[in-house]
């Protein structure tokens, strides 16, 4: 992408400025968007982009405010790619604390790398102009508290109604950088012995999670400084995520279900727990369980995978299942801090929609359970709807399914909010069958 006259670093708020454009415009995932755009910069530039990127779309609604403030009339049509990247140059100025003749030169230049290079004073002077008037930016976006939390309105309607107490705390967590989080295979290694490897890397670590398997980075790196990454000793998954094995508790010989597995972190844990389960993991994405095989591979796992669609029995061989982890589609209204584009991909309709698909594989899976057999049902969402109306629903059409402890304190269901224990949000129900 690079041209000659251009500054350091223009490379990158290029690439972000079309994630963000095909995120808002073309409603792509930034996870689809970024790796296609990326992949001539250097590890350093894609880190930039990667932060620019997810950045702009945590403070969407009150940059998209600023920028149209500062902007005389709407750039449309061939110039809409200009309106992304003033959104990422605002942000290094507003939330970034970036050198600001650095930021704002770096942008401009990145509009010639976006064939836009007439349109350099333009975005230079929307630039310079946000510098000077921010202080009565800020204070007009202060009366302003739908623009400031950053949320769609529906979601904040939906979160304020379910969390009237702790709907901005939510707010905030959603925009804060997610953590990063270890969890180590038990078959390789334990976390004592993985935090003295963490520590001769320099790689600082916090190992205070209950879970025996879970440790949290001060920073996060790219996975490849991991110790012994490639050799299967660790993965990458949140705290939260990380409680599915521990809850399923599969055991010696028993016949596992891992449903919609991909891209398979759950089903690699149920085994580092207990190898000796038989475990099949399911999904209806070929493509996604490319992913399971790749990381039952590295982690010298063995599991069956089968591409199959759980809202039937189609696939099934008629064998009854010991345990089944359901990690249902949902609105991944828990996950917004590690995939901001979220926000503003997600529809308010989509939710009766996974609902409906939510109920429909409940009720499939059902009969393949055997009697005294568990069933966890989990999402990421903090959506009542998906989560314990679910499965209060669920045991309405269902006399057979009696709810369980998920939680330390007895607790039957267990709903994660952001930032718990420093966790994603999450949700955990577990049903056994009658005998």
């Known amino acids: 992408m690079s041209q000659t006259n251009v500054r350091p670093g223009a490379d990158s708020r290029a690439v972000a400025a079309q994630a963000i454009f095909q995120v808002i ?3 792509r995932s930034l996870s689809q968007a970024l790796p296609n755009l990326n992949r001539q910069l250097t590890p350093r530039d894609k880190g930039m982009a990667q932060a620019l990127a ?4 945590r403070h969407l ?3 998209n405010f600023m920028v149209g403030a500062l902007v005389s009339k709407p750039l449309k049509g061939e110039l809409k790619i200009l309106h992304s990247l003033l959104l990422v140059g605002a942000y290094q100025l507003v939330y970034m604390g970036s050198a600001e ?3 704002v030169s770096a942008t401009v230049d990145a509009a010639v790398l976006l064939k836009r290079g007439k349109q350099k004073g333009l975005v230079n002077g929307v630039l310079r102009n946000l510098q000077r008037q921010l202080p009565q930016l800020q204070q007009q976006l202060n009366t302003k508290p739908a623009l400031l939390h950053g949320h769609p309105r529906w979601l904040a309607d939906r979160l304020t109604q379910h969390y009237p107490t ?3 705390a939510i707010f905030k967590a959603n925009n804060d950088q997610a953590p990063m989080w270890l969890r180590i295979n038990s078959q390789r290694t334990n976390r004592a012995e993985y935090l003295e490897l ?6 600082e670590a916090v190992a205070d999670a209950p879970l025996e398997t879970a440790i949290q980075l001060v920073n996060a790196v790219d996975v490849q400084q991991l110790p012994h990454f490639q050799d299967g000793w660790v993965s990458v998954q949140d705290i939260a995520a990380q ?3 521990w809850l399923l508790d599969a055991q010696a010989g028993e016949r596992i279900l891992d449903c919609c597995a991909a891209p398979g972190g759950k089903t690699a844990h149920i085994l580092e727990k207990q190898p000796e389960a038989q475990v099949l993991a399911i999904d209806a994405d070929e493509q996604r369980l490319k992913r399971v095989h790749e990381n039952l591979q590295r982690l010298q796992l063995k599991a069956e995978v089968q591409t199959a669609d759980a809202t039937n029995t189609k696939w099934w061989d008629g064998q009854l299942f010991d345990r089944i982890l359901l990690d249902a589609p949902c609105s991944a209204t828990g996950v917004i801090r590690r995939h901001p584009d979220i926000k503003w991909l997600r529809r308010d309709s989509d939710i009766a929609e996974l609902v409906a698909i939510q109920r429909q594989i409940l009720d499939a899976l059902w009969p393949t359970l055997k009697p005294g057999g568990t069933l966890l049902y989990a999402t990421c969402s903090i959506l009542a709807e998906e989560n314990t109306l679910q499965i209060e629903a669920f045991k309405q059409r269902h006399s057979d399914a009696i709810a369980v402890a998920t939680k330390p304190d007895g607790a039957v269901e267990w709903q994660w909010l952001p930032g718990d224990q420093n966790g994603d949000g999450f949700y955990y129900a577990k049903l056994e069958k009658r005998k």
């Open 25 to 27: 415009e073309q409603g």
């Open 54 to 57: 997810y950045g702009t779309l």
């Open 61 to 63: 609604p009150a940059l």
């Open 101 to 103: 003749h650095a930021a």
């Open 166 to 168: 702790q709907a901005n």
């Open 198 to 203: 963490l520590r001769e890397a320099v790689i």
């Open 243 to 245: 409680h599915a094995a």
